[in-house]
């Protein structure tokens, strides 16, 4: 029927090419689909509907394998596991308190101080300080008449938001040798001048010895970085103009309109990506494995060596014997039990912080 | 502001000189130092990244020269070496886990845009690939071991790869989705039109016209997945031998060659890091330097692979 409307719909135009090879080439393309077609459909159809469920029940085989496989050692230390704080294979005593405590202290100093840089360059790159600025600048220097200079405020913020991007792009292996041989080295006269001069402050007690939980943390702060800017932009973006506008109406400087207006209207956006940045942090490995020193202490300071959780997979997987396998299992679970925890709730808020947006539209 | 001054119902009370943009105005001085501040943050954190370029460069370009493809890492105090086989390793262990991940990433990107945009199984993968994209790449390694390690009794380059193609499915699926959305709905109504079933109007007009957008997303997944160190820690471990015993080593000739304890860049990297020999630290440098530029490339091209599919 299809081949036949197309000729009927061909036919006409008697100006073109020779009709006999149109309408070859009209029955060629479109003609109802043969039995093979709709089985082969069929077929696919199934295959991708097959796919897109073994997608979901992977994410709960992931859990329940490896709560499966951690089974005998949950039943074997119990409770007991999660508070203990030794962590010893040749006597088979097992604890993960530091290793969570850790986790929690390096990324909440990592995701903070990854969220200030990041919200900061949110708002650099979606408030039009750039275009603001150069436009300025080229005024001021009495180049406006150059053709060229026109795109340079739209380069110049690609060009910012395509290398904070490239941030999350370099491996966290190559962040920790670059932690080792930069950071430390960087951070340690500050630590010894803060643990000398205020001491008495908890979180300054103790000196840095090389490795420890601040370097840690400042790289994590780099990595979390991309990922809470650019999910606080796009918040930020998203901000309707009118509201924007309304508070330059109102007499509101740049930064009353953005402090008192613009970022709380994108507020359930910007905690939605600290979340995930933190839930990011948590699940970090190498950088904290190369960084944090690797030792079981549970300290206030900043500039004690840590461990964490993902370190201490990382650090006693390759060499564990049966015993401590089923133990690195259970900590694995926690670990798979904290981040799952913490992205189900930020992926939630951003759903929320969208949905709320759409009624101011 | 002239004109409002002289306007005769004009309150008296309002200084307008308060209103002034002027630097000596508490308000507007605080709306510039803000400026001036989130302007210097946002450069301030492309220190880092262009800080870690410098030093790849000035210690990683020293050992530069065709004896790193060569040659096999060195021992301890030994001058010269290279990573030719963490290099093939990387690129093996990749190629397993991409062969895993693209079929499926984009299998189930087609069904969710596609065939059952609306149903619940649609909104149950996007939300399984949003989980997975937060799964700490750690726990890729964890399940790959207690899958394929434990059940083949070794440790291969096959289990890295399952570990990997764990992190590459969300980024590919959710890239594909987007990607197959963007297709103009006129080109899906026009195949359907001439009695196309749904397969051939996905195979033939649908996956061609998003390939760009579908490619971007695989590159993107590659790059990660070849810079991740953690999920290959205890699956594919490391080795300081070639693949196979004949010649040419670098290519497994066997399965068994295949289901050994595979070398990677990645790898290599962590464990020279904390070596206490000069040589085997040069090294790391070295190879992090070969990692950076792979893993940069790959993004790059990815994303201009989308900036010219977006321009279409």
């Given at each position: ?9 061909r036919?006409p ?5 020779p ?7 009209a029955?060629?393309i ?7 077609d ?8 199934g295959?991708?509907l ?17 709560g ?41 100093l990592g995701?903070a ?8 360059i949110?708002?650099f790159?979606s ?7 150069l ?35 370099i491996p ?17 006269p ?7 001069h ?12 090389g ?7 400042l ?13 606080s ?12 506008e309304?508070?330059f109406g109102?007499?509101?400087?740049r ?9 709380p ?7 939605g ?29 900043v500039?004690?060596?840590a ?8 650090n006693?997987?390759?060499?564990a ?11 694995a679970l926690?670990?798979l039990?904290?981040?799952l ?6 992926t939630l ?5 969208n949905?709320?947006?759409?009624g101011l539209? | 502001m ?6 005769p119902?004009?309150p008296?009370?309002?200084?307008l000189?308060?209103?002034a ?5 508490p308000?507007s001085?605080f709306?510039?130092?803000m400026?001036?501040?989130t302007?210097i ?6 220190v880092?990244l ?6 790849l460069i ?12 060569r ?14 086989n ?8 990749v190629?397993?886990a991409?062969?895993?991940?693209v079929?499926i ?23 399984a690939?949003?989980?997975l994209?937060?799964l700490?790449?750690?726990?890729a ?5 207690a ?7 070794k ?10 193609a ?17 297709v ?5 109504e ?7 079933t ?6 033939r ?25 953690a ?7 490391f080795?300081?031998?070639?693949m ?7 290519l ?6 295949l289901?050994?304890p595979t070398a990677s ?5 962590y ?10 630290i ?9 990692l ?10 990815g ?7 977006e321009?279409r």
């Amino acid at each position: 029927v299809i081949a036949n409307e197309a000729r009927v719909i061909r036919e006409p135009s008697s100006g073109e090419p020779p009709e006999e090879s149109l309408t070859a080439a009209a029955q060629e393309i479109s003609q109802p689909p043969s039995g093979l077609d709709r089985g082969v459909d069929r077929l696919f159809r199934g295959t991708t509907l097959a796919v897109a469920w073994a997608t979901v029940l992977l994410v709960v085989y992931i859990v329940w394998h490896i709560g499966a496989v951690a089974t005998p050692a949950i039943q074997k230390h119990g409770a007991r596991f999660l508070v203990g704080t030794t962590w010893d294979a040749n006597r088979g005593e097992f604890g993960i308190l530091p290793a969570i405590v850790g986790t929690l202290y390096s990324s909440v100093l990592g995701m903070a101080i990854g969220s200030v840089f990041g919200i900061a360059i949110a708002i650099f790159l979606s408030e039009g300080f750039l275009s603001s600025g150069l436009d300025a600048a080229i005024k001021a220097l009495g180049l406006s008449d150059r053709r060229g200079l026109a795109r340079l405020p739209d380069l110049t913020e690609s060009f910012l938001r395509i290398t904070i991007e490239l941030l999350a792009a370099i491996p966290s292996v190559v962040y920790g040798l670059w932690g080792i041989f930069v950071v430390i080295p960087l951070v340690r006269p500050v630590a010894d001048w803060l643990n000398s001069h205020l001491g008495w402050f908890p979180p300054f007690s103790t000196p840095l010895s090389g490795p420890g939980l601040l370097p840690a943390a400042l790289v994590l702060a780099i990595m979390v970085l991309p990922t809470i800017s650019a999910i606080s932009r796009d918040a930020l973006i998203e901000v309707p103009p009118k509201i924007r506008e309304a508070a330059f109406g109102l007499g509101a400087t740049r930064w009353e309109a953005i402090l008192a207006v613009i970022v709380p209207t994108a507020s359930t956006g910007i905690f939605g990506a600290m979340i995930l940045g933190f839930g990011r942090a948590l699940g970090e490995t190498m950088a904290l494995a190369m960084l944090a020193g690797n030792a079981n202490v549970i300290s206030w300071s900043v500039f004690s060596p840590a461990n964490t959780l993902a370190a201490l997979l990382a650090n006693h997987f390759p060499e564990a014997g049966k015993l401590e396998v089923g133990a690195l299992m259970y900590a694995a679970l926690v670990l798979l039990a904290i981040t799952l925890a913490v992205n189900i709730v930020g992926t939630l808020i951003l759903q929320r912080a969208n949905a709320s947006l759409r009624g101011l539209r | 502001m002239a004109a409002t001054a002289n306007r005769p119902d004009s309150p008296e009370s309002i200084d307008l000189a308060s209103l002034a943009w002027s630097l000596r105005q508490p308000r507007s001085a605080f709306s510039y130092a803000m400026s001036v501040v989130t302007g210097i943050m946002t450069v301030s954190a492309l220190v880092p990244l262009f800080s870690v370029l410098y030093l790849l460069i000035l210690r990683g370009g020293r050992h530069l020269g065709t004896a790193i493809f060569r040659e096999l890492p060195p021992a301890a105090m030994v001058a010269g070496g290279g990573f030719g086989n963490a290099i093939v390793g990387t690129l093996i262990v990749v190629l397993i886990a991409s062969a895993i991940s693209v079929p499926i990433g984009v299998l189930a990107a087609i069904y969710v845009a596609e065939f059952g945009p609306e149903t619940r199984i649609a909104a149950a993968v996007r939300f399984a690939a949003k989980v997975l994209t937060g799964l700490p790449s750690i726990l890729a390694g964890v399940f790959a071991f207690a899958t394929v390690v434990v059940t083949t009794g070794k440790f291969s380059a096959p289990a890295g790869g399952v570990a990997l193609a764990l992190l590459m499915v969300p980024t590919i699926a959710l890239t594909a989705e987007e990607a197959i959305k963007r297709v103009p709905a006129k080109m899906r109504e026009a195949a359907i039109g001439m009695g196309a079933t749904p397969t051939q109007v996905v195979t033939r007009v649908i996956l061609p016209t998003a390939m760009p957008g579908i490619l971007t997303g695989v590159m993107l997944a590659v790059a990660r997945a070849a810079g991740e160190t953690a999920p290959l820690l205890f699956t594919a471990l490391f080795s300081e031998y070639w693949m196979s015993n004949t010649s040419p080593q670098f290519l497994p000739r066997t399965l068994g060659d295949l289901m050994k304890p595979t070398a990677s860049l990645a790898v290599l990297i962590y464990n020279f890091s904390g070596s206490p020999f000069e040589n085997q630290i040069e090294l790391a440098w070295t190879a992090a330097l070969m990692l950076v530029i792979i893993v940069l490339f790959i993004n790059l091209a990815g994303q201009s692979l989308a900036k010219r599919s977006e321009s279409r």
